[in-house]
């Protein structure tokens, strides 16, 4: 079955203990494109990735994948069925060497040899992290660990990938290079949900961007007419 979006989250409401930190948020990530959600700190965005992981399943409203509804799905599963995450401030593995770092991403694929061939395809999008292989992850720059972060999430062979704040902490070279990264990837095939508070530098790769504030969406539209909302640039554009 084909359906026009990969991944849509409808009427979303959820929260930890008594507290609702999302309120009835709906969005729809269409295959093969960027879709971004801004939104400044404290918003929801790690909730809402936490609620597509299944980590903090929604109170109320639906999330369907690829056409199926992922309630009550547990997180190896999702992951499992071709959502990869990579996780704000790019947790590597500080004692393990670059490619050891990479091939967990591959943990779910049990054929050796092919987990050589993503490894080769990472690689060739990374050709640093090639010359550092045998480099204790610990030990590379901020901006070549996070490198590996995004090399460690493709090695899943992922059909979504979720990236929570490719710029956290990062020099503005590095930034710039990432994003570079991201949307190079989105151009091999593989559709990518952005959560950022870089609008400027999201809203120039994304195609399509939510923004959330509070918990609720309050603006959706193309990355063009994102960027030309005055209340966008007021809020977010810094
Ligand atoms: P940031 O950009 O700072 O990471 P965010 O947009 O990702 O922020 P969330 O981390 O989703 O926002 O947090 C939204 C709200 O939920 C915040 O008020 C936060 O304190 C609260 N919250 C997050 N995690 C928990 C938790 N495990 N238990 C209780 N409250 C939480």
């Not at 091939?103 to 550092?132: D, H, M, Q, S, W």
């Not at 503005?172 to 190079?184: A, G």
């Not at 999201?202 to 030309?228: D, F, K, M, P, W």
Request: net charge positive.
């Amino acid at each position: 079955m084909t359906t026009l979006t990969a991944l849509t989250v409808k009427g979303l409401t959820t929260g930890y203990d008594k507290v609702n930190v999302l309120h009835d948020v709906s969005i729809d990530v269409a295959p093969g494109k960027i879709t971004c959600i801004l939104g400044a700190n404290g918003a929801g965005k790690s909730t809402l990735i936490r609620s597509i992981l299944g980590l903090t399943p929604p109170r109320q409203g639906t999330i369907h994948w690829q056409g199926r509804n992922l309630a009550g799905e547990k997180t190896h599963k999702i992951i499992g069925s071709g959502i990869a995450c990579i996780p704000e401030g790019r947790k590597v593995f500080p004692r393990m060497s670059v490619a050891e770092n990479l091939a967990l991403g591959a943990f779910l694929e049990t054929n050796a040899a092919r987990v050589r061939e993503r490894l080769a395809r990472v690689y060739e999008i990374f050709p640093r992290l090639k010359e550092r292989a045998t480099q204790l992850a610990g030990t590379m720059s901020g901006g070549e660990q996070a490198m590996v972060s995004i090399g460690r999430g493709l090695m899943a062979e992922p059909t979504l990938l979720i990236i929570d704040e490719p710029s956290l902490g990062l020099s503005p070279l590095f930034v710039q290079e990432n994003f570079n990264v991201i949307k190079q990837i989105n151009t091999l095939g593989i559709t990518v949900l952005l959560v950022e508070q870089n609008a400027r530098q999201t809203l120039a790769i994304a195609h399509y961007g939510y923004v959330l504030s509070q918990g609720r969406v309050v603006a959706q539209g193309s990355a063009a007419e994102l960027a030309g909302n005055d209340e966008v640039r007021a809020a977010y554009f810094g």
